[in-house]
């Protein structure tokens, strides 16, 4: 197998998840059709197709060049540029909070690490030298360290972190402990992580130091893809609870849980609005994905997308006003922006290849 088809396997996990779920790899509850609740299209004003420029930039992953680079361009589409240049595989992109790095895992020589470069590509530099396999890096919220999962010799993953400045990274839970998708939260106070890389051990939180883990999901089933809201208040993550696959959220201060959408084999969350009154999902409807909307109270889920691919991981713009996502209505994975409220989206790529992984820079 070739480095970047290795690579490729790497930089997938963290999102192995989501994808094998959607794609139709995860386990399907036993009765689906009995548990499928189908959310309305959003509703559209005639006229409403002209297509109101995104701002911003967004950096991608993309294989145009025979190998995963990382990319960026602007929100348009315009100026699109590899950031990477490298015959190594790229990919994971992460801006830091003041958008003036850009975090992403590199795989070289059938190993990987966490590495940091300028949004002009410049300055490139490795933060870790682990010989062994990284993923799903997260910021600290003052962009001071960088929490992310490490593949250990021992055949198991686990959660540490390391200063942009510099030194050993260090781990924060034990090794044999097969955690995941550390996530900082906005105050920097905890960090949410999957204990179990197929989330059998629920989403748990700890501190930056890895003290006071407690799990927060419940545990009547398994728990993955921890997303914080940008106020704080609530995590969401993906479930499966007496057979039912959803969208949860829980409140992290009061504990509350409440369940945010069904809909299709294992819908998954994908990002919060910036004011965290609503969620982005990925669902499925007659074994299509399409990216759907829901509010923090579980009322008002609308589907977003409408055509006749699939539409999956979505991104929402600093601002609030824009959503990315992938596609693969035009018969490759590409990347495209609609308004968040709904409309003709705007396609940002055009490869015949898989273009993917969009995340927009802070303002």
């Not at 490139?124 to 396999?133: D, V």
């Not at 999901?217 to 106020?231: I, Q, Y």
């Not at 990002?271 to 759907?292: E, I, K």
């Amino acid at each position: 197998m070739r480095t970047w088809q290795v690579a490729l396997v790497v930089l997938m996990v963290g999102g192995l998840v989501a994808f094998a779920a959607l794609r139709g790899w995860w386990r399907q509850p036993d009765e689906p059709a009995q548990h499928l609740v189908v959310t309305p299209q959003m509703t559209h004003e005639a006229g409403d197709e002209a297509v109101t420029p995104a701002p911003g930039r967004i950096a991608f992953v993309s294989q145009r060049d025979g190998h995963p680079q990382v990319y960026a361009c602007d929100a348009d589409g315009g100026n699109q540029v590899n950031l990477s240049n490298t015959p190594a595989a790229d990919g994971a992109p992460c801006w830091s909070p003041d958008g003036q790095l850009l975090a992403f895992v590199r795989t070289d020589d059938d190993t990987s690490d966490v590495w940091v470069m300028a949004p002009d590509g410049s300055g490139q530099r490795a933060l870790t030298h682990s010989g062994q396999y990284v993923m799903e890096v997260s910021w600290s919220p003052d962009g001071k360290s960088i929490a992310f999962a490490r593949h250990g010799a021992d055949g198991r993953w686990s959660i540490c972190i390391v200063d942009l400045a510099g030194g050993e990274p260090v781990s924060l839970t034990p090794s044999d402990a097969e955690d995941s998708a550390p996530r900082f939260s906005p105050d920097g106070s905890r960090i949410a992580f999957t204990a179990g890389v197929d989330g059998s051990g629920g989403v748990w939180v700890m501190e930056p130091n890895g003290g006071n883990r407690r799990r927060v999901s419940s545990d009547a089933g398994p728990a993955t893809r921890p997303l914080w809201s940008p106020d704080g208040a609530w995590i969401a993550f993906a479930s499966e609870r007496d057979g039912v696959a959803g969208v949860h959220a829980v409140n992290i201060k009061t504990g509350e849980q409440r369940q945010l959408a069904t809909q299709g084999s294992f819908p998954q969350p994908d990002a919060w609005s910036p004011d965290s009154g609503r969620l982005a999902y990925t669902g499925t409807q007659d074994d299509l994905m399409h990216v759907s909307l829901v509010g923090i109270d579980g009322k008002d889920a609308a589907r977003l997308t409408e055509d006749d691919g699939s539409d999956w991981g979505a991104a929402w713009s600093p601002d609030g006003s824009h959503i990315a996502f992938l596609s693969d209505r035009d018969g490759n994975d590409e990347i495209y922006v609609i308004s968040a409220t709904g409309g003709k989206a705007h396609r940002l790529t055009d490869n015949d290849v898989h273009d993917g992984e969009a995340v927009w820079r802070p303002r």
